[in-house]
């Protein structure tokens, strides 16, 4: 139970980066409110997830959702670039959280 909270965490995090990415310095409201609300519930699951999972596991595998999320989502939706070392990028962070979650087990 204690993993699926820290995914969620972890895809609080992607909306609050894109919350923060759109607020344009917070001188947009709605971007900056997701910004903020995300990144609340993003630190609070993730304070839920650390009372199961090492603190140094929780992290990095909540920063590793974001960074692999918000870099996918700027692939996507807001024309960053997509070469190979990008996307090679993505598995290996991806690779690694999933190595993080098979070295804790449950």
Same mark, same amino acid.
């Given at each position: 139970?204690?993993?699926?909270? #820290?995914?969620?965490? *972890?895809?609080?995090?992607? *909306?609050?980066?894109? &919350? #923060?990415?759109? %607020? +344009?310095?917070?001188?947009?409201?709605?971007?900056? $409110?997701?910004?903020?609300? %995300?990144? &609340?519930? %993003?630190?609070?699951?993730? %304070? /839920? @997830?650390?009372?199961?999972?090492? $603190?140094?596991?929780?992290? @990095? $595998?909540?920063? *590793?959702? &974001?960074?692999?999320? @918000? $870099?996918? /989502?700027?692939?996507?939706? #807001?024309?960053?670039?997509?070469?190979?070392?990008?996307?090679? *990028?993505?598995?290996?962070?991806? &690779?690694?959280?999933? @190595? #993080?979650?098979?070295? +804790?087990?449950?």
């Amino acid at each position: 139970m204690v993993w699926l909270v #820290l995914v969620a965490a *972890g895809l609080f995090e992607i *909306g609050m980066v894109m &919350g #923060l990415n759109f %607020s +344009e310095g917070f001188t947009k409201l709605w971007p900056s $409110v997701l910004m903020l609300v %995300s990144g &609340g519930i %993003s630190f609070y699951l993730l %304070s /839920l @997830a650390m009372q199961g999972i090492p $603190v140094g596991t929780a992290y @990095a $595998v909540w920063t *590793g959702i &974001g960074a692999a999320g @918000a $870099v996918t /989502l700027g692939i996507l939706f #807001l024309d960053e670039p997509a070469n190979l070392l990008r996307v090679l *990028g993505i598995v290996l962070v991806i &690779g690694g959280v999933v @190595a #993080l979650r098979f070295a +804790e087990g449950g």
